[in-house]
């Protein structure tokens, strides 16, 4: 699944892996720069939208907050 669900994804690979302290290190790096991220955006947060879009020669894909992309915008506190 590639869902919004990546971090419990990538924690449960980290242990299977034996390498628990490893991604959960990766983890705690991702929310650190979130923090920063929205630290550097301060107000602008509550007034930017953003879309992921990729075009494709047959077709265009939208992805929504419930995927992988569209949750860590979500993170980020961005509005869509």
């Keep these: 699944?590639?869902?919004?669900?990546?971090?419990?994804?990538?924690?449960?690979?980290?242990?299977?892996?034996?390498?628990?302290?490893?991604?959960?290190?990766?983890i705690a790096d991702y929310y650190q720069r979130l923090?920063?991220?929205?630290?550097?955006m301060g107000d602008r947060l509550q007034t930017t939208k953003v879309s992921i879009v990729?075009?494709?020669?047959?077709?265009?894909t939208v992805y929504t907050t419930v995927g992988f992309n569209g949750s860590i915008i979500k993170d980020a506190g961005l509005a869509r």
């Design 1 to 26: 699944n590639h869902s919004g669900e990546w971090k419990d994804v990538f924690t449960f690979v980290g242990a299977t892996l034996g390498r628990s302290q490893q991604a959960e290190k990766v």
């Design 35 to 40: 923090k920063e991220f929205k630290n550097q």
């Design 54 to 60: 990729y075009l494709y020669a047959e077709m265009i």
